[in-house]
């Protein structure tokens, strides 16, 4: 079974700095894909940012960029111009391109963004 | 927008009861689950379904039974509630043959607490 750690359990951010989550991955698989996602309080679980395992190049959305080490099995999320709204539970998560469907996600990180 | 919506946001209920979690999805997804989520220990998949009728154990399937009649519906069934169950749990979906990194859709999740 593939497995994810976050060993960030919180973490905390100055509004308008910049905050940097670790995740890290162990597979003996190739072909995978992995995914931010947010978990604001009291409110639904929403997507960040997904990447694709066999794309060098990393992905990137708006203030979300993640840093994608492949040789490392490492996969963070940096958050740039942190806003109050980045207040949340954020969890990484691997699904298998080979099996599918089946997600792994980590044991969280809550990030605060402090005013 | 793909809509996972869940029974309830807040349920208490009493030791041995009967529980029933329902989860509905508006995107004729295939693929169902029911995680739940404890804080440091993120979310464990306790049940998941690729059709109508069909399911499959997950990590944590102990003390839970799922039912899945009708595509769009995918229920939690705790037989005999206990105090060790009082959790949050999540329902998402995800189309069939995500071999393309599509991701899994959740609801608002079900806080339940057994007293």
């Known amino acids: 079974a593939q497995t994810v750690t976050q060993s960030q359990p919180e973490m905390s951010v100055q509004e308008a700095e910049t905050v940097t989550l670790s995740c890290t991955y162990d597979?003996?698989?190739?072909?995978?894909?992995l995914f931010w996602y947010k978990q604001p309080p009291s409110r639904q679980m929403i997507l960040v940012i997904r990447?694709?395992?066999?794309?060098?190049q990393n992905a990137t959305e708006n203030r979300f960029s993640v840093n994608f080490q492949k040789a490392a099995k490492s996969f963070s999320l940096k958050i740039s111009d942190s806003q109050l709204g980045d207040t949340a539970m954020y969890f990484c998560?691997?699904?298998?391109?080979?099996?599918?469907?089946?997600?792994?996600f980590g044991t969280g990180t809550s990030l605060t963004v402090i005013p | 927008d793909v809509k996972v919506t869940q029974s309830s946001r807040y349920l208490v209920k009493r030791t041995g009861e009967k529980v029933f979690l329902e989860c509905v999805q508006d995107?004729?997804?295939?693929?169902m689950f029911w995680y739940r989520q404890d804080p440091g220990l993120g979310l464990r998949l306790i049940y998941f379904?690729?059709?109508?009728?069909?399911?499959e154990k997950g990590d944590i399937p102990e003390g839970y039974s799922v039912s899945r009649e009708k595509k769009e519906r995918f229920s939690l069934i705790l037989e005999s509630a206990s105090t060790n169950q009082t959790s949050m749990y999540l329902c998402?979906?995800?189309?069939?043959?995500?071999?393309?990194?599509?991701?899994?859709?959740f609801g608002p999740g079900t806080r339940l607490t057994v007293t």
């Open positions: 998402a979906s995800i189309t069939s043959g995500a071999i393309g990194g599509d991701e899994q859709y």
């Open positions: 998560a691997f699904m298998s391109g080979d099996t599918g469907n089946q997600f792994y």
């Open positions: 990447q694709e395992a066999y794309k060098q």
């Open positions: 995107m004729d997804h295939e693929n």
């Open positions: 597979t003996s698989e190739s072909n995978y894909y």
């Open positions: 379904s690729y059709d109508v009728k069909m399911k």
